[in-house]
């Protein structure tokens, strides 16, 4: 019994290492360099400390960070703070702008509510009711909905922000993370509780596919190359797995730090980003092509920087932290990991959001 228990763990582990060492050896094979980067601004956003996603937003260069009851806005270029959006007691947690409607939204999550604002003043102009547990928030470019992942309760609330109304809901029925549009009608949604990826079709509001990612532990963060069709799911096992949008087949599996809770994509300079808050890195790998991924570099941040949201343009990073320890974060970690809420570990008043730009 404990042969057959032993055998396919140590398959698994083979096949990783194995990885390890093919990615190294193309990178080495093809001379590919190292990306760098650099911290050239930090922005003191203080007290709530506790935050969830960072959103860059290209048309305005604004930058979203959800912390505490509130989001506060910043200027991706001058970092200057240019307000802030209050009134969610319940916690903030995800962030979509629909510029056609002149509406944010974000979450308060012990409410189950979706809250819109007014992208002008900044001020709430409603709230929709989701589900409690209310959490990771995107906008589908194809419909111009805005869908609200409701985490713990596997639904996906449907928003049409031109009526600013709900327009359906979507059952999954497992417990969810970050979500991903594509250009194509379909939203690719991290399954949590069961190793999955499911894809949702933005006309029927329907799950239309559910993928396994059996190499995955507890997928959080969540990113899309539209041009290849590849999703970048990034997992609490210290790994990234790529997959094909199309088919659900896993592409490849590559080594990331520990604590990620983000990943992003920078279409640009074709590079793929995993953000690990517990080692306080940033994992980056360069897309050769659909089916070929090399490393690119691992880049100290700060300990607790582990969401993330990158500007396609200029190539900034943006990542928020607050200041810590290792001791801390690990005894946190622990803590909720044994279904208890441990003090907080970080310094009141210390969250910042950190520009990292490519090159020196």
Request: proline share 5%.
């Amino acid at each position: 019994m404990l042969r057959r228990y032993l055998l396919p763990v140590l398959a698994t582990a083979v096949a990783f290492a194995m990885t390890r060492l093919a990615v190294a050896q193309s990178a080495a094979g093809r001379g590919e360099s190292a990306v760098e980067y650099h911290l050239a601004r930090s922005v003191l956003l203080g007290a709530p400390d506790r935050w969830d996603y960072v959103l860059f937003d290209p048309p305005s260069h604004r930058v979203y960070v959800a912390h505490g009851d509130r989001l506060t806005v910043v200027d991706g270029r001058s970092g200057r703070v240019i307000g802030e959006v209050k009134g969610m007691p319940g916690g903030t947690h995800g962030i979509a702008i629909a510029h056609a409607a002149g509406l944010g939204y974000t979450d308060d999550g012990r409410a189950g509510e979706a809250v819109a604002f007014s992208l002008k003043t900044l001020k709430v102009v409603k709230r929709l009711r989701a589900a409690p547990g209310s959490d990771a928030v995107t906008l589908d470019p194809t419909s111009g909905h805005v869908l609200v992942v409701d985490g713990d309760a596997g639904l996906l609330t449907v928003i049409d922000p031109v009526r600013d109304r709900v327009a359906a809901t979507v059952h999954v029925g497992s417990g969810l993370e970050y979500p991903v549009a594509g250009a194509n009608g379909k939203l690719y949604v991290n399954g949590v509780e069961k190793r999955e990826i499911f894809r949702i079709d933005t006309a029927t509001n329907r799950v239309d596919a559910a993928w396994p990612i059996r190499q995955c532990e507890a997928p959080h963060g969540l990113a899309i190359d539209v041009s290849t069709h590849r999703l970048f799911s990034s997992c609490e096992n210290e790994r990234l797995v790529v997959v094909n949008a199309d088919t659900g087949a896993t592409v490849a599996t590559l080594p990331i730090g520990r604590g990620t809770d983000a990943a992003a994509f920078d279409p640009t300079r074709r590079l793929i980003f995993s953000s690990n808050g517990m080692d306080g890195t940033l994992s980056i790998f360069r897309e050769v092509d659909a089916n070929s991924f090399v490393p690119a570099g691992t880049i100290k941040t700060a300990l607790s920087a582990r969401t993330m949201s990158v500007d396609p343009v200029s190539g900034r990073l943006f990542l928020a932290a607050a200041d810590t320890t290792a001791e801390a974060m690990a005894a946190f970690r622990a803590a909720r990991q044994a279904g208890r809420r441990g003090p907080s570990p970080f310094r009141s008043g210390s969250l910042e959001l950190l520009f990292f730009d490519p090159g020196r």
